[in-house]
């Protein structure tokens, strides 16, 4: 069955720090996509990123990267000199393709809290 | 609208009541999913519409939960003689096409309608 694994319920740190939020999925499709969206205090979801299951390069957009490694089914998102404005819940998801349908697998979702 | 949007954003009600949520995608999507996000926890899936047909709807957690799309856009969650553990923030996503074997399209959400039952 599908899965994915947020073990970092909360991290603090400290404006400026660099931080990595873990995710790691399990699936038995061969063909699958990873995302990241960020959930601020507003409550709506915002999309960060999608990765292809067959594009292992690593991702930069600005202060964020992303490192995909199929090898120990891993997608970590880190955040390089974070700000207060980073703090949000972070969800890592996985699109089921079992049922046909692209739904999304959610993980527990990451809470980050970034100190001025 | 640009992008998705949800009525109404809260709804108190008191058990045993029926609530009505509606969701309008983004216009040219034809997927569309419900999901729900229990207080401090990651997102269900509830029900997955492919224009106006719900081929899954393996989320739905009881009978008293349906759901409906007319036009290949509006789209209605219904919940019958609500329960206080159906208490929740309730969130529609669309996508332009969310077929299997395709391109997985990013699912774009709205800011979701959150729900207290008495």
């Known amino acids: 069955a599908q899965k994915v694994t947020q073990a970092q319920t909360e991290i603090s740190v400290v404006e400026k720090e660099d931080v990595t939020l873990d995710c790691v999925y399990e699936?038995?499709?061969?063909?699958?996509?990873l995302f990241w969206y960020k959930q601020p205090p507003s409550g709506e979801l915002v999309f960060l990123i999608r990765?292809?299951?067959?594009?292992?390069q690593n991702e930069i957009s600005g202060r964020y990267s992303w490192n995909f490694q199929k090898s120990t089914s891993s997608f970590n998102f880190t955040i390089t000199a974070s700000q207060v404005v980073d703090s949000a819940v972070y969800f890592c998801?996985?699109?089921?393709?079992?049922?046909?349908?692209?739904?999304?697998?959610f993980g527990q979702g990451t809470t980050l809290q970034v100190k001025p | 609208g640009a992008g998705v949007s949800q009525s109404p954003s809260n709804k108190v009600t008191e058990k045993g009541k029926d609530v009505e949520l509606r969701c309008d995608p983004i216009?040219?999507?034809?997927?569309l999913y419900w999901y729900r996000q229990r207080l401090g926890q990651g997102l269900e899936f509830l029900i997955y519409f492919q224009g106006n047909s719900a081929p899954d709807k393996s989320g739905l957690p009881s009978d008293r939960f349906s759901a409906e799309r007319t036009g290949e856009s509006v789209s209605t969650l219904t919940i019958q003689r609500t329960q206080q553990e159906d208490s929740a923030v309730y969130l529609c996503?669309?996508?332009?096409?969310?077929?299997?074997?395709?391109?997985?399209?990013?699912?774009?959400f709205g800011p979701g309608t959150r729900l207290l039952v008495l």
């Open positions: 990765r292809n299951s067959f594009d292992e």
């Open positions: 998801a996985l699109s089921d393709y079992s049922g046909n349908t692209g739904k999304l697998i």
């Open positions: 699936t038995r499709d061969t063909t699958y996509y």
């Open positions: 996503a669309s996508s332009l096409k969310g077929l299997a074997g395709e391109d997985q399209e990013t699912q774009y």
């Open positions: 216009s040219g999507h034809t997927a």
